[in-house]
């Protein structure tokens, strides 16, 4: 059985996803180093998301044949 979201509970999610204050304030959060979550109930049960701040990992420098262990 795959879960699916009704249609009233598709349409407040899409409306979150629009918004742009909502977005502003998980990427706030986020940039203060803590983690941003959302709660979507439906009369199945509630579905939830959750970002955490991640570093960015370093690139590799482009001047440098990369190493073998071969």
Same mark, same amino acid.
């Given at each position: 059985?795959?879960?699916g979201?009704?249609?009233?509970?598709?349409?407040?999610?899409?409306?979150?996803?629009?918004?742009?204050?909502?977005?502003?304030?998980a990427?706030?959060?986020?940039?203060?180093?803590?983690?941003? $979550?959302?709660? +979507?109930?439906?009369? /199945?049960?509630?579905? &939830?998301?959750? *970002?955490?701040?991640?570093? $960015?990992?370093? +690139?590799?420098?482009? /001047?440098?044949?990369? &190493?073998?262990? *071969?």
């Open positions: 059985m795959t879960p979201l009704d249609h009233d509970t598709r349409r407040r999610a899409r409306a979150w996803l629009g918004d742009r204050r909502s977005a502003e304030a990427i706030r959060s986020l940039r203060r180093g803590q983690g941003y $979550a959302y709660a +979507l109930p439906t009369p /199945d049960g509630t579905w &939830r998301w959750t *970002a955490y701040p991640v570093s $960015a990992l370093p +690139l590799l420098p482009t /001047d440098q044949q990369p &190493r073998s262990h *071969a």
